[in-house]
């Protein structure tokens, strides 16, 4: 069976530091891959999706960023974080476009 | 401009009698709509989809129904019991599976 897994659960980290939010799929090949925010009191928003090794696409624009280095793998990261990339960070996969998506159990993202 | 709206942050529900929660959307290229639940600090765990050719999508105590005129849809959850007090997230996808919209959520608390 498929599964995800997503670290750390938890990270606080001072504005202007780095980022590196790592996700890893098992199970299964060549998924779709997701990453979300979910900001305090509100719905998830889209943030990268990956079809396929190396191919990110963006969906809002910010400071962050998403890159696949193996098929299984995705990473979100920042070079310099804000105040407001505070959040629940949330990985998630899929077999394909159009198909149900699973996630992991995210990472709660303070920054102070 | 929200595409998939959740009109009601949260419901009450007496254990045993019906939840029905409400989902509105705007695109009218989206052909694919699925729910979600969330507990707190976890990620959402796939319920019931329902694909545009369908009205109708029954799973367990678990059923979808969607109104394509009027960009509706509900899920109802019957008997409710204590354990289905989470957030539950609409989400709607068009053909290509690459605009996935989540909604606000609606908090559901079934009373024991």
């Known amino acids: 069976s498929q599964t995800i897994h997503q670290w750390p659960a938890t990270l606080v980290q001072p504005v202007g530091s780095p980022l590196s939010l790592e996700c890893t799929v098992e199970g299964t090949s060549n998924p779709n891959l997701y990453w979300y925010r979910q900001a305090a009191g509100r719905g998830l928003q889209l943030l990268f999706y990956?079809?396929?090794?190396?191919?990110i696409s963006s969906e809002v624009p910010q400071n962050l960023s998403a890159s696949r280095p193996q098929d299984r793998q995705f990473i979100l990261s920042s070079k310099k974080l804000l105040l407001s990339d505070s959040g629940f960070y949330l990985c998630?996969?899929?077999?394909?476009?159009?198909?149900?998506?699973?996630f992991g159990d995210g990472t709660r993202l303070s920054i102070l | 401009d929200q595409q998939v709206k959740q009109n009601s942050p949260s419901l009450s529900v007496q254990e045993g009698r019906i939840s029905i929660l409400n989902c509105d959307y705007t695109n009218s290229m989206f052909d694919y709509f699925l729910w979600y639940k969330k507990y707190p600090a976890e990620g959402p765990t796939f319920l019931i989809s329902?694909?545009?050719?369908?009205d109708k999508n029954e799973d367990g105590r678990f059923t979808v129904f969607l109104n394509k005129s009027a960009k509706h849809l509900s899920l109802h959850i019957v008997p409710s019991q204590p354990g289905d007090s989470a957030v539950y997230f609409c989400?709607?996808?068009?053909?290509?599976?690459?605009?996935?919209?989540f909604g606000p959520g609606t908090r559901l608390s079934v009373l024991p």
């Open positions: 329902i694909s545009s050719i369908k």
């Open positions: 989400a709607a996808s068009d053909q290509y599976g690459q605009n996935f919209v």
């Open positions: 990956s079809v396929g090794i190396g191919q």
């Open positions: 998630a996969w899929a077999m394909s476009s159009n198909q149900p998506q699973h």
